[in-house]
Protein backbone atom coordinates (compact mmCIF):
# COMPACT_ATOMS: atom_id res chain seq x y z
CA UNK A 1 0.00 0.00 0.00
CA UNK A 2 1.68 3.30 -0.74
CA UNK A 3 1.37 6.45 1.59
CA UNK A 4 -1.12 8.01 -0.40
CA UNK A 5 -3.39 4.73 -0.10
CA UNK A 6 -3.01 4.50 3.49
CA UNK A 7 -4.02 8.21 3.99
CA UNK A 8 -6.95 7.77 2.14
CA UNK A 9 -8.25 5.40 4.42
CA UNK A 10 -8.38 8.25 7.15
CA UNK A 11 -11.31 10.27 8.19
CA UNK A 12 -9.36 12.55 10.18
CA UNK A 13 -6.15 14.45 10.19
CA UNK A 14 -3.33 12.82 12.01
CA UNK A 15 -0.69 15.12 13.53
CA UNK A 16 2.63 13.37 14.55
CA UNK A 17 2.95 13.73 17.84
CA UNK A 18 5.31 12.25 21.02
CA UNK A 19 3.46 11.42 23.95
CA UNK A 20 3.67 9.12 26.62
CA UNK A 21 0.52 7.38 27.04
CA UNK A 22 -0.19 3.84 29.37
CA UNK A 23 -2.14 1.39 27.58
CA UNK A 24 -4.82 0.38 30.76
CA UNK A 25 -6.63 -3.58 30.47
CA UNK A 26 -7.39 -6.00 33.32
CA UNK A 27 -9.90 -3.36 34.70
CA UNK A 28 -7.72 -0.86 35.31
CA UNK A 29 -5.27 -3.45 37.31
CA UNK A 30 -2.82 -3.52 34.71
CA UNK A 31 -0.57 -0.63 32.23
CA UNK A 32 1.45 -1.03 29.72
CA UNK A 33 3.93 2.19 28.91
CA UNK A 34 3.90 3.29 25.01
CA UNK A 35 4.52 6.42 23.08
CA UNK A 36 2.11 7.82 21.02
CA UNK A 37 3.50 8.76 17.17
CA UNK A 38 0.38 10.11 15.36
CA UNK A 39 -2.94 11.19 17.05
CA UNK A 40 -6.46 12.64 15.45
CA UNK A 41 -9.30 12.92 16.63
CA UNK A 42 -10.52 9.06 15.44
CA UNK A 43 -7.13 7.27 16.13
CA UNK A 44 -3.59 7.00 16.81
CA UNK A 45 -0.27 5.04 16.09
CA UNK A 46 1.71 4.14 19.09
CA UNK A 47 4.74 2.73 19.54
CA UNK A 48 5.54 -0.29 22.50
CA UNK A 49 8.00 -2.27 23.55
CA UNK A 50 5.96 -5.60 22.83
CA UNK A 51 2.71 -5.33 20.58
CA UNK A 52 2.22 -9.21 21.34
CA UNK A 53 1.21 -7.84 24.75
CA UNK A 54 -1.49 -5.45 23.12
CA UNK A 55 -4.89 -6.35 23.60
CA UNK A 56 -7.48 -6.18 20.47
CA UNK A 57 -9.63 -3.42 23.09
CA UNK A 58 -8.49 -1.41 25.80
CA UNK A 59 -8.46 2.21 27.26
CA UNK A 60 -5.63 5.11 26.36
CA UNK A 61 -4.47 7.17 28.84
CA UNK A 62 -2.77 10.10 27.43
CA UNK A 63 -0.98 11.31 30.49
CA UNK A 64 0.18 14.62 29.12
CA UNK A 65 -3.60 15.40 28.60
CA UNK A 66 -5.11 13.59 31.41
CA UNK A 67 -7.44 11.88 28.98
CA UNK A 68 -8.59 8.55 28.83
CA UNK A 69 -10.06 7.11 25.64
CA UNK A 70 -11.56 3.68 24.46
CA UNK A 71 -9.22 2.50 21.65
CA UNK A 72 -9.51 -1.08 19.66
CA UNK A 73 -6.43 -2.14 17.42
CA UNK A 74 -7.13 -1.69 13.84
CA UNK A 75 -3.47 -2.86 12.35
CA UNK A 76 0.13 -4.09 13.47
CA UNK A 77 3.55 -3.67 12.12
CA UNK A 78 6.60 -4.15 14.00
CA UNK A 79 6.60 -2.32 17.30
CA UNK A 80 3.78 -0.26 16.18
CA UNK A 81 0.44 -0.31 16.43
CA UNK A 82 -2.31 1.51 14.77
CA UNK A 83 -6.07 2.22 16.96
CA UNK A 84 -8.96 3.46 16.28
CA UNK A 85 -11.03 5.47 19.12
CA UNK A 86 -14.44 4.12 19.88
CA UNK A 87 -17.21 6.70 20.84
CA UNK A 88 -19.72 5.85 23.45
CA UNK A 89 -23.37 5.33 22.06
CA UNK A 90 -25.93 7.53 23.38
CA UNK A 91 -29.07 6.11 25.18
Known amino acids: MTRMEDQEKRSE ?3 RALKSAKIVLNDRH ?6 VRD ?3 GGAKLKVTNPVAVPESFELLLESDNVMLKAE ?11 QFIREQAD
Open 13 to 15: HRK
Open 73 to 83: VIWRKGDQVGV
Open 30 to 35: STIDCV
Open 39 to 41: LSK
